[in-house]
């Protein structure tokens, strides 16, 4: 994995995906949970619009180096929590009903961009 692969992993893990996954174990994360997610980053994008409109310091100042999550930026972060999430979905694809989970009350705040090793995100949607 390059050097700014494993950045841009990395931060999207940091900023996005640990701070809102953290607590759901990966055997209980649902859709309902990553669309709350993204959803916290749309609010998010227009709190920040309203408070540098705003005209009040104080606001203005609380969100002065922050930046708004655009829609590609969105989308790479997608690929990297569907990066991450791969070798787990695979391997609970071919355990066999009944059989050990191991591993499957591992939550969400275990998620490292060393987890995807030298996968790259593909730009397949699904």
Known sequence: MSRNM?????SHVRLYL???LATV???RLRVGHLDAMFEASVERNEQIA??????D??????VKWQ??????SLHRIKETLRAILRPAVDQGLR???GSATTGSSTTCSSLSPMAVHCT???SRTG
């Open 95 to 97: 355990r066999r009903p």
């Open 57 to 62: 310091p104080r606001k203005i100042e609380a």
């Open 120 to 122: 790259r995100p593909t």
């Open 18 to 20: 640990r701070p809102h």
């Open 25 to 27: 174990r990966r055997d």
């Open 50 to 55: 309203e408070y540098r409109a705003s005209g």
């Open 67 to 72: 930046r708004p999550v655009g829609p590609t």
């Open 6 to 10: 494993y950045r841009s992993y990395e």
